[in-house]
């Protein structure tokens, strides 16, 4: 068992390959089956993509139901609490599946497991785990599922930093369509609340070079879109001084590509030229999620965001300067600690002052190594729950108005699939990632459908095919 050891031999493409290759030859044939539970943000969804496709290399089966799986693997989120209560609770459950099936490989990674003590503390208050590890290991899990289906105890591997190798991962993509591309990792810039930068490291960008290639091989396959992902993409440095706004017109030339998306900017690192990028490039799609957390400056200046509420309010600005519409959503905390009612006044000032297209809103959550968790005025749930609840009240009434203004319009929107919740319908979105729900008969993923919008709520819109 090591943990926090960084065993550089294991980053060497030659053994990843012929780890698949071994496992390869034991499990063809065999039918084996996975089931990969994902908590968490988009690098998350997306680390499951490349999971699943190291597991389908190996000749495993993808299974929706756990009960018939061989292998479970949970990769978890540490964000918040919630999400940690859930992973615990889940993997509970699985005990009696493991008596009754001795040969079930459980096995748990993501973000939690690099929060110091908690593999240890998974391993030994669930014995039935068998396989442990990190986020900087995950290139390294046909070797570590090896060894854990040749070892009768635990194998538990969570290095403390790694060089993330992007290219070597086959990748089990959800969509035929849309592409997560990871252009940084990690973030340098602490926010007092947040636990990423310590489990996730520091900020390492790609290679430009790197990257587009990616972006012209996934065009080749037929994808349409690119959603770049990095947790502050508007601090992406290339070589040679290049930055985000250089690769957002590098990637716009890239024939196929017809959509690019990014997440998540940082308000302090929102330059002017990346805000000119959206005229400058017609693939960049009419959309920026720029988290704002609160709308006091006071709160601003205890969670170390680095902006004013002034200077927040000067990019919206600019932005609602730009020659065509740009839809903005958000993030919101509620009830950081010493947030007064005053100060959440002003979060809900902002709100009606801004009036974003949606906001991402959450309950704070104490944070364990976090300077904000060791601040003696922690908020009582109960405040925090009725501000989170007019926070959403107050939010779903202004994205509601604002997608009045799209009834009888006709938008573009691109087919993403039949609808999950109505399978007479498709769905699809908008370049302002408005999810559209429309009727229509047999649409491929990746068409441009031109929708009539007849009916605009809170959270979707609804229409007719033209
Ligand atoms: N890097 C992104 C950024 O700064 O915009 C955000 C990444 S974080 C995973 C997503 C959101 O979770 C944050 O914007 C914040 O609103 C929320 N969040 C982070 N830590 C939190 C905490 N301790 N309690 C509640 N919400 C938190
Ligand atoms: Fe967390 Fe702040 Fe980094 Fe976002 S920018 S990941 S909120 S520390």
Not at 52 to 66: P, R, S, W
Not at 375 to 389: F, G, I, M, P, W
Request: glycine residues 6%.
């Amino acid at each position: 068992m090591t943990v926090g050891e960084h065993r550089t031999n294991l980053n060497n493409t030659d053994d990843y390959l012929l780890n698949i290759e071994k496992l390869a030859e034991r499990i063809t044939g065999c039918d084996y089956k996975y089931h990969i539970i994902t908590y968490g943000c988009q690098m998350n969804v997306y680390d499951s993509e490349k999971l699943a496709g190291m597991l389908e290399n190996m000749g495993y089966f993808q299974t929706e139901d756990k009960n018939e799986a061989d292998i479970i693997l949970f990769n978890t989120c540490c964000v918040r609490d919630h999400a940690e209560q859930r992973v615990y609770g889940n993997i509970g459950m699985l005990k009696k599946q493991k008596i009754k099936n001795p040969n079930l490989l459980i096995g748990v990674c993501g973000c939690m497991m690099q929060q110091k003590g908690v593999a240890e503390g998974i391993v030994k208050k669930f014995p039935f785990v068998d396989l442990v590890f990190g986020t900087h290991n995950l290139h390294e899990f046909p070797k570590l599922l090896l060894e854990a289906l040749d070892t009768a105890h635990a194998i538990v591997e969570v290095s403390e930093h790694g060089d993330q190798k992007e290219n070597i991962t086959p990748i089990k993509r959800s969509s035929r369509i849309s592409s997560w591309v990871t252009i940084m990792y990690g973030c340098d810039n602490f926010c007092s609340y947040c636990i990423v930068p310590y489990v996730r490291g520091r900020e390492q960008s790609r290679n430009q070079a790197e990257i587009l290639l990616e972006i012209e091989n996934l065009a080749k396959e037929g994808f349409r879109e690119v959603f770049l992902l990095g947790q502050n993409v508007n601090s992406y440095k290339g070589q040679d001084d290049y930055l985000f706004h250089d690769l957002l017109e590098d990637i716009n030339k890239v024939e196929g590509i017809e959509r690019i998306r990014f997440i998540s900017s940082h308000p302090k690192d929102l330059s002017p030229k990346l805000i000119e990028a959206f005229e400058s490039c017609d693939k960049l799609c009419e959309h920026i999620h720029l988290p704002i957390q609160s709308g006091s400056d006071l709160v601003l200046e205890k969670m170390n965001r680095k902006y004013t509420r002034e200077d927040y309010l000067k990019l919206i600005h600019r932005i609602r300067n730009l020659s065509k519409p740009i839809a903005v959503t958000t993030d919101i905390i509620a009830g950081f600690p010493g947030e007064t009612e005053r100060d959440f006044e002003d979060t809900l000032s902002l709100l009606e002052e801004v009036r974003f297209d949606a906001a991402f809103t959450f309950m704070y959550s104490p944070r364990k190594g976090t300077p904000a968790a060791e601040l003696a005025d922690q908020t009582e749930h109960y405040v925090k729950k009725k501000r989170l609840d007019l926070l959403n009240k107050t939010q779903a009434e202004i994205s509601k108005n604002i997608n009045q203004k799209y009834k009888d319009m006709v938008l573009e929107v691109m087919v993403e699939g039949v609808s999950k919740n109505n399978a007479d319908m498709f769905s699809g979105r908008t370049r302002t990632n408005k999810l559209v729900n429309f009727k229509a008969e047999n649409l491929l993923p990746g068409y441009m459908a031109d929708v009539r919008i007849t009916t605009a709520k809170a959270w979707t819109l609804e229409g007719v095919l033209v």
